[in-house]
């Protein structure tokens, strides 16, 4: 995920990019859209702001955002537990995770630099730079995958830090933008699309929209009201490929859902597309 818009009230930042507007809903009727079965409901923190979530050899991390409140944590998905975490500066605006060659990388919202944190101990190693907004961080196991809240996700080699291509992400031949957290899912590029509750199901090589996961509903409609106005919109996807686990949450969110992976399974023509060769 990355972000929030904190234009509501004292607690919400103002997104600065040109094209970071809330996208026109229900996007287009041709495109699939799932809603999910609930397996499970796990406790969440809800101070936290979540930025980011993924599972990393069966441990559950977590990125929250705000200055004075963002950083890494490492939660017991049982219980909701932090069971340790470490802190960006207080100046720092924490944003989305992934982690990859044993090493967790963060990005930031406005500072244009990520960090980088040793995946066991915590500690950091290395920061890099990067242009524009950090929102949403991800990895295919090979690449670092960077959403800035437009419709555009840049791939990054970690190597160097390097952009190596732009994914420019449709739908109806039309540019989707407000891209946040992200999450690669049995080869599919997916991503929350902020204040929508929509998760997006993109087509790593062509940056088209195959799918939708709809999401709103998972809360109960008065506690979506009560959260929405502090921020607290979907956001965090965590996919475990080894137990096809699949987790999602959002800011201030009171759970942490299991869902029925196994029924979110890519179509056939999903599959065709995204072993495209790459443009």
């Known amino acids: 995920m990355l972000g929030a818009l904190l234009a509501i009230g004292a607690f919400l930042p103002q997104r600065d990019n040109a094209d ?19 397996v499970a409901r796990l406790p969440h923190d809800t101070t936290a702001f979540t930025q980011g979530l993924l599972v990393s050899h069966g441990r559950l991390l977590e990125s929250t955002g705000l200055e004075g409140h963002s950083g890494v944590r490492e ?7 932090v069971l340790r975490r470490a ?6 605006f924490g944003e989305g995770i992934a982690a990859l060659g044993g090493r967790i990388y963060q990005v930031t919202w406005k500072s244009h630099r990520g960090y980088v944190l040793d995946a066991r101990t915590f500690a950091p190693v290395d920061s890099f730079p990067y242009d524009g907004e950090g929102w949403g961080l991800t990895t295919d196991g090979a690449l ?5 809240g437009t419709s555009r996700i840049r791939v990054i080699d970690p190597d160097g830090y390097r952009v190596v291509r732009t994914i420019r992400v449709t739908e109806a031949e039309q540019p989707v933008n407000m891209l946040n957290e992200l999450e690669w899912v049995r080869g599919e590029l997916w991503a929350n699309v902020y ?3 929509l998760i997006a199901r993109i087509d790593p090589a062509r ?8 999401v709103r509903r998972l809360l109960p ?10 921020g607290g919109v979907a956001n965090g996807i965590a996919y475990d490929s080894s137990t096809a686990r699949l987790l ?22 999903t599959a065709r597309a995204s072993s495209a060769p790459r443009e």
């Open 75 to 81: 939660v017991d998905v049982a219980t909701g537990r």
């Open 87 to 92: 802190d960006l500066p207080s100046t720092e």
């Open 248 to 269: 999602v949450t959002g800011k201030y969110w009171p759970f942490v859902f299991q869902l029925d992976s196994a029924a979110l399974r890519p179509t056939r023509a």
């Open 221 to 230: 409609d008065d506690e979506t009201q009560r959260l929405e106005p502090r």
């Open 195 to 197: 204040w929508t509750g």
């Open 20 to 38: 970071a507007s809330t996208p026109r809903v229900p996007f287009s009727p041709a495109t699939p859209r799932l809603v999910p079965r609930v």
């Open 144 to 148: 670092l995958y960077l959403s800035d």
């Open 207 to 214: 940056g088209r929209i195959v799918g939708w996961i709809d």
